[in-house]
């Protein structure tokens, strides 16, 4: 039997939580239908700014624009982009942290790299690698890696020391330290990490698909652009915030998955 | 009675940044087979260096240490060190947690004592659960299970109840005391809590301030019973307890203002 008090506590809250809902629903369905009705009234050029009606229109003639390939060229680049940028960081943080002379010499360079804005590199990424796939998936990893470095190195050398203490008494090698401490330790840091990096690699590949592809979401975006298509251009963009959306839910589910599947040994 | 460890004529001085820091200096005793021993000293006098000695954590600047006649250099498999914290690592179970210091030697075969240690001390029935849901004295407990696995010939305790609450402390000083005596083990217990050195040992050793040397190394003798068998909680009784207290503090230059 819950209290008055609670009942009413409950319910405010709950209150709270329905008002908040219904309030981001709202907005998503004002915008689309302010979108609709000011193009429908001739008010806004439909042909520069699109409409709903015409970007739904885009979105089931899939067929006909190949959509499903553009998106899974994205979605491929972005995944081992994100994947390669991920092992190789961490690589490097472990070589780093067993190592603390190479960390002091590679600290400069890494803080210059990660201020660095990464698409400058494009233009280099392309004449190194060529022109193709090959860059614009360099290009992803290359926008994750320097940050997974610093933020991994950073994790595992703040591991609690009376952890690692209590493994050197039982003459743990610097290998042991690493596996049963220092990593289990950062899985949280880890997974914050690849958060961040998900929607960096898709920052990656769209600028890599700027400048060389000839298919994927950021290759569509240019070329809508180009014919003047803006519902190619606005239902690409579209499509590519709910990708973002679902590759971050996708990361965290993860996550959980990994956090419940190392807490069961 | 065999000698377990042996300090002999150590020295320690660590080279830090901003100069030298002399930690112990001339340090000689010795612990016997089976006797529990205090080092009581204030803070910063030393007592975890020593213990890091012992352990082959860190190497003496002057002198030597012999645990079971065989001279330290490096982590040796006879020594258990249980440290001020639990240092229970919070993403593995109880079990996964006492299992560590096997995983790490590689001795997988000890691993039914360690299912004789959880039943006996209670916590076979927690192996499954993680240390978050565990009281502080049973943490420790598991703690002190995952050093006693290793099968160490002493034991080590750094300040190891000072994390707890004073009751769960005093509760848990009678439990280790016990235990140790049950599984018949040599311990060094370091602590700056003079009562509760003398609660827990069979000898007393007093380390002097910053740099540590040894002050006082006398053993300890009960009217109410043996050492070897009067727990903690009823030697705060034993009409001597008081005097061993006031000549530590004495020594210690603890006095009323
Ligand atoms: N790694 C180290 N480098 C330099 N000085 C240290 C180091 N470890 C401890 N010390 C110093 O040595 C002295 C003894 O430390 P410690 O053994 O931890 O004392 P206690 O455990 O008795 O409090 C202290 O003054 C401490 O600051
Ligand atoms: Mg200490």
Known sequence: MLSDGRVKFLAAKKRRRVLIRVSQISILILTLVLWEGLARAGVIDSFIMSQPARILRTILNWQNNNLPLHIGVTFFETIIGFTLGALLGIFIAFVLWWSDVLAKIADPYLVVLNALPKIALGPVIIIWVGAGMQAVIVMALAISLIVTVMEMLNGFKNADPEFVKMAKTFGASRLQIFTKVIFPFNLSTLFNCLKINIGLSLVGVIAGEFLVSRAGLGYLIVYGGQVFQMDLVMTSVIILAVLAALLYRAVALLETAVMRAVRHR | MREILRFDEVSLTYQADNGEVDALRDINFSVNEGELVSIIGPSGCGKTTLLSL?????????????????????????????????????????????????????????????????????????????????????????????????????????????????????VVADDVFNILRREKKSAVIVTHDIAEGISMADRIIVLSKRPGRVSMDFPLKFETGDSRTLPPLRRRDDPLFRQYFNDIRLELGINVI
């Open chain 2, 54 to 170: 012992v352990a082959g954590l860190v190497a003496p600047s002057r002198g030597k240490i012999f645990v079971c006649g065989r001279e330290v250099s490096g982590v040796l498999r006879e020594v258990g060190y249980m440290l001020q914290k639990d240092s229970l690592l919070d993403w593995r179970s109880i079990f996964g947690n006492v299992m560590l210091g096997l995983e790490i030697r590689g001795l997988k075969e000890n691993a039914q004592y360690v299912e004789h240690l959880l039943k006996s001390y209670g916590l076979w029935g927690f192996r499954d659960k993680h240390p978050s849901q565990l009281s502080g004295g049973m943490r420790q407990r598991a703690a002190l299970i995952r050093t006693l696995a290793v099968k160490p010939d002493i034991l080590l305790l750094d300040e190891a109840f000072s994390a707890l609450d004073y009751q769960t402390r005093l």
